[in-house]
């Protein structure tokens, strides 16, 4: 895990819950764009986000909790 990622609240994507849903509904059906673009001001989740995406993605069951 990256430094500084766990003092994030890991499920407080606030104003964004739109855009979380549909990553992950991406994720689940396999429609997912090729490439993603995280762009926000400093603070706004885009760091924990990605790391999120990228744990779902790897995960061989889809769990999002494996390591």
Known sequence: ??????KYNPEGFYG???IVEALFQGI???????TLLF???AGSGKKTLA?????K???PNLCGRCP
Request: glycine share 12%; hydrophobic share 40%; charged share 25%.
């Open 1 to 6: 895990m990256w430094r500084g990622l766990s």
């Open 16 to 18: 964004n819950e739109r």
């Open 28 to 34: 689940e059906t396999g429609r997912l764009a090729n």
């Open 39 to 41: 762009a926000g001001p």
């Open 51 to 55: 790391a999120k995406v990228a744990r």
């Open 57 to 59: 993605l790897f995960c």
